[in-house]
């Protein structure tokens, strides 16, 4: 699907713009270039030393039975008394970095923001593990979830999704590959990935270089994802903007960031939510970038797309 639909941009938030010119400086090489447990281990790294320490929540480590073997959850309590809400919350990067540790700090803001129980998972990464393993591994934790939330001190009929990047396009995914069966509250979406790079856009054009996302990174994410099979390009279990319909979705929540290649494909999938009927709210943060929700620490931005998603599910897991 061409995107022609375009949204504005600011100058770049001055601690954004900073963070990236002191890492273009260091001369790193490209993170396409490195073996895929360098790039995780970078990451890992990047979101523990750039983020603002996270409220103190209590957590929980447990495994379940997978499709492909045990899958590590994380289970993050509020203080507060049940039954509560719950939260599964699908973590980014781009199918080939990010775990529980990258998204620790993330999850434990919504658990407090929320006031919510929130369930994450060390679904499989590719390349080891190509399309579409991820997404088993998070429809079998939401059907897991929507089982054992009692167990969780949780109400099963107040449970929503949420995610960034590859992490939003897979808890989409979810959500519709269990329509009917599982009916989710809310979604919510931070800079989806919804389709494959070679489908053009403004933003991926004006935003490939230089701005932490790049085109290269991307390309090396979706190949690796989707095993270089050119028949899956527009699967609809991946190009959610090829999905032949998102009416099943539950009311969605769509971030889109200025400075973002995602940005307009973002935009575009909030129209296509909402144009199927569902209740959609998308707020557009023209300064930042991708990945801002890890560097708390550098710019307020990421904070604050953390604190309107939670308030947001607040309301809506009311």
């Keep these: 699907m061409t995107v022609t639909t375009t949204l504005p941009r600011t100058p770049m938030d ?12 260091q001369g790193n090489p490209p993170l396409e270039s490195l073996p895929p447990e360098i790039g995780r281990q970078i990451y890992r790294d990047l979101a523990a030393g750039l983020g603002l320490p996270p409220p103190a929540v209590a957590t929980e480590d447990r495994s379940i039975a997978g499709p492909g073997g045990p899958l590590k959850l994380r289970i993050y309590h509020p203080d507060a008394t049940g039954p509560l809400p719950a939260l599964f919350y699908v973590h980014g990067g781009g199918f080939v970095i990010g775990d529980l540790e990258t998204h620790d700090a993330v999850c434990r803001t919504l658990c407090h923001g929320v006031g919510a129980v929130v369930v994450a998972v060390d679904y499989r990464l590719a390349p080891e593990h190509p399309f579409p393993a991820a997404l ?15 167990e969780l001190r949780a109400d099963p009929s107040r449970i929503a999704l949420a ?3 590859a992490g939003a396009q897979l808890a989409t995914t979810a959500c519709l590959r269990t329509a009917g069966a599982i009916k989710p509250r809310a979604l919510g979406l931070i800079y989806p990935v919804a389709q494959h790079y070679s489908e053009p856009s403004a933003s991926m054009a004006e935003n490939g ?3 932490f996302l790049t085109f290269g990174v991307m390309q090396w994410f979706i190949d690796s994802y989707l095993g270089g099979r050119s028949e899956l390009t527009r699967h609809p279990d991946f190009a ?9 979705l539950p009311p969605s929540w769509v971030a889109t960031m200025g400075h973002d290649p995602l940005r307009d494909d973002g935009h575009a999938l909030a129209q296509r939510i909402e144009q199927a009927g569902v209740a959609t709210e998308h707020r557009h943060y023209p300064s930042a970038i991708h990945a801002c929700i890890h560097f708390t620490a550098v710019s307020p931005v990421g904070a604050e797309v953390v604190a309107d998603l939670a308030g947001w599910l607040r309301a809506r897991l009311a």
């Design 136 to 150: 088993d591994d998070v429809v079998c934790v939401l059907q897991w979830l929507a089982a054992h939330a009692k």
């Design 240 to 248: 959610l903007l090829s999905a032949p319909t998102l009416a099943t």
């Design 163 to 165: 995610g960034d990047s």
């Design 209 to 211: 270089e230089g701005k």
């Design 14 to 25: 001055p601690g954004l713009a900073g963070f990236l010119a002191q890492a273009a400086a």
